[in-house]
């Protein structure tokens, strides 16, 4: 560690947020303290109800830093434009997690279920199983975070 420090351990996962992209920052949105865009009920930009944000780059309350997030919001998101394109309300998008999940190579991860909320379960799966549930999660399939809109 930078800092010096040393931790005792048999195993230590690192997982890094390489960061957000400041072009939110840079086009005159509205970021939180990490530079992600504030976006309403609706994910979409506070400045511009026009401009949408999803995944890591937006500040969508109670939302982690995760793969398995981008594709059900950015689903919710083209769910909202449609509604709004054909003159009905839209839905407000509703954050509800399943797992979480660490692919550990190619053949194997660990992904532990969750309550709505992103509290633990017990029940955790290992292995190719929890491999393909991961692979599943992050291109937006049915075991990553849902949307109020079914996405």
Do not use: W
């Not at 660490?102 to 290992?126: E, I, S």
Request: hydrophobic share 45%; aromatic share 6%.
């Amino acid at each position: 560690m930078r800092s010096g420090a040393a931790f005792a351990s048999d195993l230590t996962l690192l997982a890094i947020v390489a960061g957000v992209p400041e072009l939110a920052a840079r086009s005159g949105l509205q970021v939180d303290a990490d530079g992600r865009a504030l976006v309403d009920e609706y994910l979409r930009s506070v400045n511009d109800e026009r401009i949408f944000a999803v995944g890591d780059c937006a500040a969508v309350p109670g939302a982690r830093f995760a793969c398995a997030l981008a594709a059900p919001q950015a689903a919710h998101a083209v769910d909202t434009l449609a509604h709004l394109i054909e003159g009905r309300k839209p839905e407000p998008y509703s954050l509800r997690y399943v797992a979480r999940a660490v692919t550990l190579g190619r053949k194997n991860a660990v992904g532990q279920f969750t309550r709505p909320d992103d509290t633990l379960r017990r029940a955790y799966l290992t292995g190719r199983t929890a491999v393909a549930i991961k692979e599943l999660a992050s291109r937006g399939g049915k075991y990553g975070a849902r949307t109020g809109s079914g996405a």
